[in-house]
């Protein structure tokens, strides 16, 4: 009885041994190297991502669940189309696919590698992307250049993808700014042997959807710049790893306004040379913030925000927005990572809100700037992560304005 109670322990602890070795294989073969695309549908239902390894993902908000449905994703091209349960997605061989979330597929066509694309609501126009930020029109016969005018700035030269969104009338495309901005007249499409050595659009640009024109170019930002415009085309607002913030009213693009600095206020424009330097800065309305326990080198608490911005995503349909900052982790546990919230047309910020560090999101490389998403009709943001291929979704309470997080997804 003794020596079968023992046998019968010893089975059960081969069994259990080979329980955990076969989960600890199944997570290491399906383990998922980090998000590089991600986006959110509108309902908040779902989001699809897409990583380095080439996996294309669709995560399950409500369930919390996640089904791998690619090995060999382009890297930026996870998308959702507005208002639909419809993403886009190109392979490995180019071919762009419009699937719904069940698997059907709707179309699929031969593109160039994008390196992003948007498509409507009303899916009459797809936007795509090169990896030299040359802007497209349509696919197949209906292809159309709509900035070609340089190879230069660049994914590869500047280190991020040109982000391009889509709301109301008007669609805008951001990339690297430079302080004063290239002003001048110049056609968007140009002849290869009339290239300019680098483009005048690569900054903001507010363009026409339905006549594919430049409207305004948007000036002021400087190095690598974010840019996006509230869902129902009112309000461009961008950002930059120079800590510049600005808004335009489409209705009025040639008046930029700045966002406040966390620190100093809103830059003052066109004041008289000689003043103070805090003459320059109105910190009128600035609200308290979370800062560093330790001062700078000036005596200087600062901020645990930074307006370095590597994202702008509209959070709630009222015009909110949240301006993501570019942090590193830092292994001695002193990280921080806060979004600051705005109002649009409002040049101060609102409240601070803390994304956490457990797991750090995906704000730690400017490569993957299209690694954060939201849904404003559902109050979602939804990250990746800095060193693992989940996501974590946020609930944004608009009555409390505060943010949660609701499901670190893995």
């Not at 609501?121 to 930020?133: G, I, V």
């Not at 800062?291 to 349909?317: C, H, M, Q």
């Not at 705005?342 to 803390?354: I, V």
């Amino acid at each position: 009885m003794l020596a079968s109670l023992k046998n019968r322990r010893r089975e059960l602890a081969i069994i259990a041994l080979v329980i955990g070795v076969g989960v600890w294989l199944w997570s290491t073969l399906h383990r998922l190297e980090p998000v590089t695309s991600l986006s959110i549908s509108s309902d908040g239902r779902y989001v699809l991502s897409a990583h380095k390894d080439g996996a294309l993902v669709l995560w399950d908000v409500e369930g919390q669940q996640r089904e791998q449905l690619s090995n060999d994703a382009n890297l930026y091209s996870a998308y959702f189309i507005p208002e639909s349960d419809t993403f886009l997605w190109q392979d490995q061989n180019d071919v762009v696919y419009v699937q719904r979330v069940d698997g059907d597929v709707v179309e699929e066509f031969e593109h160039f590698p994008t390196y992003g694309h948007v498509m409507s609501a009303d899916w009459q126009h797809y936007l795509s992307s090169n990896r030299t930020w040359n802007i497209y029109h349509g696919y197949g016969d209906a292809l159309r250049p709509v900035l070609l005018d340089s190879q230069s700035p660049s994914f590869t030269g500047t280190g991020q993808v040109l982000n391009l969104s889509i709301g109301g009338r008007y669609f805008v495309s951001g990339g690297s700014g430079s302080p004063g901005g290239e002003q001048e007249d110049s056609p968007p499409v140009r002849e290869e042997d009339d290239f300019r050595f680098s483009s005048s659009y690569g900054g903001v640009t507010l363009w026409d959807i339905d006549t594919l024109a430049p409207v305004a170019k948007l000036p002021g930002n400087s190095s690598k710049t974010y840019a996006t415009i509230s869902p129902d085309g009112q309000w461009v607002v961008s950002g930059d790893e120079n800590t510049i913030g600005l808004y335009w009213s489409t209705s009025s693009p040639q008046d930029r306004h700045h966002l406040a600095d966390y620190l100093s206020g809103v830059y003052l424009d066109n004041l008289p040379e000689g003043l103070e330097d805090d003459e320059y800065w109105d910190d009128s309305e600035l609200i308290n913030g979370p800062r560093k326990n330790n001062p700078d080198e000036y005596g200087i608490y600062r901020p645990l925000a930074t307006p370095k911005t590597l994202a702008l995503v509209f959070i709630n349909s009222s015009k909110e927005f949240l301006l993501i900052g570019h942090s590193h982790y830092r292994k001695d546990g002193s990280s921080q990572t806060y979004a600051a919230l705005f109002e649009a047309g409002n040049p101060w910020p609102q409240a601070y809100l803390d994304l956490g560090t457990d797991p750090f999101p995906s704000i730690n490389d400017y490569s993957r700037n299209l690694s954060i998403d939201s849904a404003p009709e559902a109050n979602l943001l939804a990250t990746g992560h800095a060193f693992d291929g989940g996501i974590t979704v946020y609930r944004y309470d608009p009555e409390e304005r505060t943010l949660t997080r609701e499901w670190v997804g893995r």
